[in-house]
């Protein structure tokens, strides 16, 4: 028995040490942007507490993705034609490769505020995932930078850039095509690139006008939300934000298992979280709303499983975080809100000023906030609004950060910085 204990123990401190050790994906190790790390910086500058500060050449907001000593991350040239996959190195911060993927000899329109390489990767022993939405997706071997397979023929019209970063789940590697012109999510096999299964959207997308026409406008169709795999009540469901409503499907299939709509919202951007029975999600723009749906449903779930509605102070582009019973969330215009799950009540609001794109992150007891123009601010994660610390950086954030061991990666419009706390 003792020895059981024993070996329990230990797999259960490295099962810790690998969780807080990597940042593979989009929020973190379970997507939720939750990270086990301690010690980390609660204040930092130009002139303190940086390890390293690397410049990222051209255009990209993609966040950073750390497993072992490697961090990757995207960027392209200004005009989309030239779409890159960086590596560095963990502990120096030097671009150990810079690899051009793809060219684009026509590139789709990208909205100025966007970039060819928002969607983040995904990385594992061995292999890292990249997108760019419809021109191109690739799978790179980490240890000697072949290029393993790519795809190129997906058709998506992404009419505002691309956003939606891919997750994977066992041994296939999922994706979000939300375009003016096509809706769909698609299941390619990990090891290959083969398509396994590919659902088109189920909402008619049909908006009538008032002079009768059907609304034609390519952003009422689009969305940039990545999809979260879990296990609930028995079965796995992958749950996915599109426009004009969020679906679950079999992420083995393909198969849609429930649909709730909301057929003013578009623009979905975030990643949905889990808790007490209950599915959390800004709706995205136009309707603005945070959603609590109840899990367990089939069908079109609409009028049966929406617990509640928020409609003050509801992120459009940050994803929100679940501490407890308590979510949190910064909306785009600065106000910071503390909601009860259960309930939807607004516990508290706050404006702490700024613009908002970047995902806050919970690591260390503490709350982290980014904003474009550079300001981090760290609160408490409580009843009562308590800001801990505030920070400054030269460039804004775009990119979510990463967290792995007791250091911050945070991705500015410019550089990549490696924040740990410094001997005195």
């Known amino acids: 028995m003792k020895l059981l204990c024993t070996a329990l123990f230990l797999l259960l401190s490295c099962t810790l040490a690998q969780a807080s050790d990597n940042w593979p994906q989009f929020r973190g190790p379970d997507g939720t942007g939750h990270s086990d790390a301690r010690d980390l910086p609660l204040t930092w500058s130009e002139q303190q507490n940086i390890v390293w500060k690397t410049a990222i050449h051209d255009r990209g907001w993609s966040s950073p993705v750390v497993y072992a000593k490697q961090i990757w991350l995207t960027t392209s040239s200004p005009d989309a034609r030239q779409l890159y996959a960086l590596c560095l190195d963990r502990d120096t911060g030097r671009?150990?490769?810079?690899?051009?993927?793809?060219?684009?000899?026509?590139?789709?329109?990208?909205?100025?505020?966007?970039?060819?390489?928002?969607?983040?990767?995904?990385?594992?022993?061995?292999?890292?995932?990249i997108t760019f939405g419809s021109p191109g997706t690739a799978c790179i071997d980490t240890k000697t930078f072949k290029v393993l397979w790519e795809r190129r023929d997906f058709e998506c019209n992404h009419f505002r850039g691309s956003g939606s970063s891919p997750v994977i789940f066992q041994n296939l590697l999922l994706m979000h095509f939300d375009g003016s012109d096509h809706q769909f999510v698609v299941a390619l096999d990990k090891r290959t690139g083969k398509t396994v299964w590919q659902t088109k959207r189920s909402i008619d997308f049909q908006d009538i006008l008032p002079n009768g026409k059907i609304a034609a406008d390519g952003d009422l169709r689009k969305a940039f939300a990545t999809p979260q795999v879990e296990r609930i009540n028995g079965r796995w469901e992958m749950i996915s934000l599109g426009a004009k409503a969020a679906y679950s499907y079999d992420p083995l299939t393909g198969k849609e298992l429930w649909r709730v709509e909301e057929r003013g919202q578009h623009s979905a951007s975030t990643r949905p979280v889990l808790g007490h029975g209950m599915i959390f999600f800004p709706t995205g723009f136009s309707?603005?709303?945070?959603?609590?749906?109840?899990?367990?449903?089939?069908?079109?779930?609409?009028?049966?499983?929406?617990a509640w509605k928020v409609?003050?102070?509801?992120?459009?582009?940050?994803?929100?975080?679940?501490?407890?019973?308590?979510?949190?969330?910064?909306?785009?215009?600065?106000?910071?809100?503390?909601?009860?799950?259960?309930?939807?009540?607004?516990?508290?609001?706050?404006?702490?000023?700024?613009?908002?794109?970047?995902?806050?992150?919970?690591?260390?007891?503490?709350?982290?906030?980014?904003?474009?123009?550079?300001?981090?601010?760290?609160?408490?994660?409580?009843?009562?609004?308590?800001?801990?610390?505030?920070?400054?950086?030269?460039?804004?954030?775009?990119?979510?950060?990463?967290?792995?061991?007791?250091?911050l990666f945070l991705r500015t419009r410019t550089h990549l910085?490696?924040?740990?706390?410094?001997?005195k």
């Not at 909205?111 to 022993?125: D, G, L, Q």
């Not at 992120?315 to 910064?330: A, Q, T, V, Y």
């Not at 910085?417 to 410094?422: L, Q």
């Open 95 to 129: 671009i150990i490769r810079d690899i051009k993927l793809f060219e684009v000899a026509t590139p789709q329109y990208i909205h100025p505020f966007n970039t060819a390489a928002s969607p983040t990767p995904v990385i594992e022993n061995g292999r890292v995932y």
């Open 287 to 306: 309707t603005g709303q945070l959603f609590a749906v109840k899990t367990g449903g089939n069908g079109l779930i609409t009028d049966t499983h929406v």
């Open 311 to 407: 409609k003050r102070g509801v992120s459009n582009k940050p994803s929100i975080l679940l501490i407890d019973d308590l979510i949190f969330m910064i909306g785009d215009t600065g106000i910071a809100s503390c909601v009860e799950a259960k309930t939807g009540n607004i516990v508290w609001q706050q404006r702490i000023g700024g613009e908002y794109s970047s995902s806050p992150v919970y690591a260390d007891g503490k709350i982290y906030l980014f904003s474009e123009d550079g300001k981090t601010t760290v609160l408490k994660p409580s009843r009562t609004f308590e800001k801990l610390a505030e920070n400054k950086l030269d460039e804004g954030f775009l990119a979510s950060p990463a967290i792995a061991g007791k250091a």
């Open 417 to 423: 910085y490696r924040i740990e706390k410094r001997n």
